[in-house]
C-alpha cells in the first residue's frame, strides 16, 4: 500500500496545477468576451473556471466586475469579497470592492477599501484621488485635501489633481490656498479650471466685497482681461487707497492696455506704499 500512497500524494501538485490551468484558459476566453461586450459569455466563462477551481481569487474578481457592468451590485460584492477571502493582498481585489459600494451609495464603506488597497499599495495616486473625492463627497473637506496633498506628491504634473485640491480647499475655507490651486490647475490647460475661475469661482466668494473684488480683478488680470481687472481695482482703490498692491497691480493693467502714463503713475503709488517690485517695473517702464 505505500507505493500506493506515494503515488497518490505526487499526483495531487499535479492535479491541482492541471486544474489552474483548465480554469485559465476559461478565465481568458472570458477575459475576451469581456472585450467583445458579450457579458453573459463572459460570465459564463467566469463561473466555469471558478467551478473547475474555486480558489481562483482572479476569476472571482472578473466575474465581480462584469456584475458590476451589469449593475448587480450584492452579486458583485460577494465575488470580490470571495476573491479578498482567497487573496488579501491583492490591492485591485479592494479598490473593484470599493468602486461597487461607491455606486451602491455606501461612500463610507468604499473609503475603508480604499484604505486597505492604499496599505498595500501606498504609492498609487489614482487610490488616493479616489478616496478624496469620496472624503469630499461626505463632506470630509480635510481629508479630502490630505488625499490631493499625497497624490500631488505622486504625481505633480496632473493638473486635475490640482484641480479638485482646490475645490477642496475653498469647500473647508482654505480660500488663498484654493485660489492658488485652480489657477495652476488653470495654467497647466484644465478646461473645468479656467471655466470655474471665469464663470462660477465669483458666487463661491465668501461675502466679503474686498476679497471678491481682489479674486476677480486677479482672475481678469491672469485671463489678459485687463481693462475688466482695472475695473475691479478701480473698485478697490476706492475701499482701501493705500494699498500699495492693488496700485501694483493696477499699473501693470494699464501699461498692458497702452495706457503707460497712468500705469507709471500708479507704480509711483505702489512704490510709495511699499512695493519694492514697483521700483523695477518702473525702470522698465517708465523711463
Keep these: 500500500m505505500k507505493p500506493l500512497i506515494i503515488t497518490i500524494i505526487l499526483l495531487i501538485p499535479f492535479v491541482c496545477f492541471s486544474q489552474r490551468q483548465t480554469a485559465e484558459k476559461y478565465k481568458n476566453a472570458g477575459n475576451e468576451k469581456v472585450k467583445e461586450g ?32 451589469l449593475e448587480k451590485y450584492n452579486e458583485a460584492i ?20 470599493a468602486l461597487t459600494k ?19 499599495k501606498p504609492n498609487d495616486t489614482i487610490i488616493y484621488q479616489k478616496r478624496g473625492l ?6 470630509d473637506y480635510k481629508g479630502a485635501v490630505s488625499d490631493m496633498d499625497k497624490s500631488i506628491a505622486l504625481d505633480s504634473e496632473n493638473p486635475d489633481l490640482y484641480y479638485y485640491r482646490g475645490l477642496f480647499k475653498l469647500s473647508s475655507f482654505e480660500y488663498s490656498d ?18 470655474l475661475i471665469t464663470e462660477v469661482f465669483f458666487e463661491n466668494i465668501p461675502d466679503d466685497e474686498i476679497f471678491n473684488l481682489r479674486v476677480k480683478s486677479s482672475m481678469k488680470y491672469y485671463l489678459k482681461d485687463f481693462a475688466g481687472a482695472i475695473k475691479d481695482l478701480d473698485e478697490l482703490i476706492k475701499r482701501d487707497s493705500k494699498n500699495g498692491r492693488v496700485y501694483l497691480h493696477r499699473g501693470i493693467a494699464k501699461i498692458n492696455t497702452g495706457n503707460s502714463e497712468d500705469g507709471c503713475d ?5 512704490l510709495k506704499y511699499g512695493e519694492k517690485e514697483a521700483e523695477i517695473l518702473l525702470k522698465t517702464y517708465c523711463k
Design 38 to 69: 458579450d457579458y453573459q459569455a463572459a460570465l459564463e466563462n467566469f463561473t466555469k473556471a471558478i467551478s473547475i477551481d474555486p480558489t481562483y481569487a482572479a476569476a472571482y474578481n472578473n466575474r465581480g466586475n462584469v456584475k458590476m457592468t
Design 78 to 97: 460577494e465575488d470580490f469579497t470571495k476573491a479578498i477571502e482567497l487573496d488579501a493582498t491583492d490591492p485591485a481585489f479592494y479598490i473593484n470592492r
Design 102 to 120: 461607491t455606486k451602491m451609495n455606501k461612500p463610507k464603506d468604499a473609503i475603508e477599501d480604499y484604505a486597505m488597497a492604499i496599505t498595500l
Design 134 to 139: 469620496l472624503r469630499y463627497d461626505i463632506k
Design 178 to 195: 484654493g485660489h492658488n490651486d485652480l489657477f495652476k490647475a488653470a495654467a497647466m490647460g484644465h478646461l473645468k479650471a479656467k471655466m
Design 266 to 270: 500708479d507704480l509711483k503709488k505702489a
